[in-house]
């Protein structure tokens, strides 16, 4: 594929991790930052990641961060938002960016949870609109959900799918365009029910992440969900579902002990303590043992 100018508006974790993917492939990519000091330091985060990935430094020159959208998005191909989950927000963006891209540009959201619908409504064109959620970091992590909503066009899908493989990632796509999508729909199902064997005490926190990894997270890179259930056999699945569906947590909200943790201010590693508590070394420990396993699963061979 020929190199193409990719304009990403936000230049936080998954901007800068997302515009780092395509500069590593060849592409010329301008990314905006309102904030001075943080544009500032846009280049020597993305040449710390590849530093530790053993990447050409070099590659960071093909990243140009820029004040303004109308810059950022003026030439670009393709245009993927990545600011926070704020849908009027959102949408302001691409109102925006409709009016300052070329009309040939692909217009993605990289949203985590928020309907694709939702955020392309105010657009005249919504036929080169699409959501693409890429998981954290994005440089390490293959996969790319890509996300359809009634209006997205087949050609548009086709290009933001054929462009992401090119750039050694695994774009799935995503028929309906559901909140949550596939992803984060799968992993919050399984954050509920963990945090109500919690709340109902019939563990620790602590517990419950050593059952899943010690357990069936150990098989979950090469054995996906429903594989498993074909090798156990659909008859097993169906009797174990007889018993113990009914007895899963079913509440349509967050649960009580989520709502009372952050109320108190326990917000997780970044506030020493969350489900669990956390010290400096702790969190850092955490992170590189992360960044090393997926580092290895990465190095290991094709996605």
Not at 41 to 59: F, K, M, P, S, W
Not at 102 to 127: F, G, K, W, Y
Not at 238 to 259: F, I, K, M, S, Y
Request: charged share 20%; glycine share 8%.
């Amino acid at each position: 594929m020929t190199h193409q100018h990719i304009g990403i508006i936000g230049a936080g974790l998954m901007g800068h991790g997302i515009a780092q993917v395509f500069a590593v492939a060849g592409h010329r990519v301008d990314i905006q930052e309102p904030d001075p000091d943080r544009r500032s330091r846009i280049l020597d985060h993305v040449r710390g990641n590849l530093r530790e990935l053993g990447q050409d430094v070099a590659a960071a020159d093909r990243i140009h961060p820029r004040g303004t959208l109308e810059d950022t998005v003026g030439q670009a191909d393709v245009v993927i938002e990545a600011v926070p989950e704020d849908l009027d927000l959102k949408q302001r963006i691409f109102t925006a960016v409709e009016a300052a891209a070329p009309p040939h540009a692909l217009l993605a959201s990289n949203t985590s949870v928020i309907p694709i619908t939702r955020i392309m409504e105010p657009l005249r064109d919504r036929t080169r609109a699409m959501g693409t959620h890429w998981w954290n970091p994005p440089y390490l992590i293959p996969l790319v959900e890509v996300i359809q909503t009634p209006d997205t066009g087949e050609a548009a899908i086709a290009a933001m799918t054929d462009l992401l493989t090119s750039v050694g990632k695994m774009p799935v796509r995503v028929r309906k365009d559901v909140p949550g999508f596939i992803g984060n729909r799968l992993q919050h199902a399984l954050w509920r029910e963990a945090i109500a064997l919690v709340q109902n005490g019939v563990c620790d926190a602590q517990t419950i992440d050593t059952v899943v990894k010690a357990s069936f997270g150990r098989r979950l890179a090469v054995l996906g969900p429903l594989e498993n259930a074909d090798l156990v056999g659909t008859d097993l699945t169906l009797a174990v579902h007889e018993h113990v569906l009914p007895d899963l947590d079913r509440t349509p909200g967050p649960l009580p002990l989520l709502r009372e943790l952050v109320a108190s201010g326990r917000l997780g590693m970044k506030a020493g303590g969350g489900f669990q508590s956390w010290t400096e070394a702790q969190r850092s420990e955490v992170h590189a043992r992360l960044a090393a396993h997926l580092q290895r699963l990465d190095d290991s061979g094709p996605r």
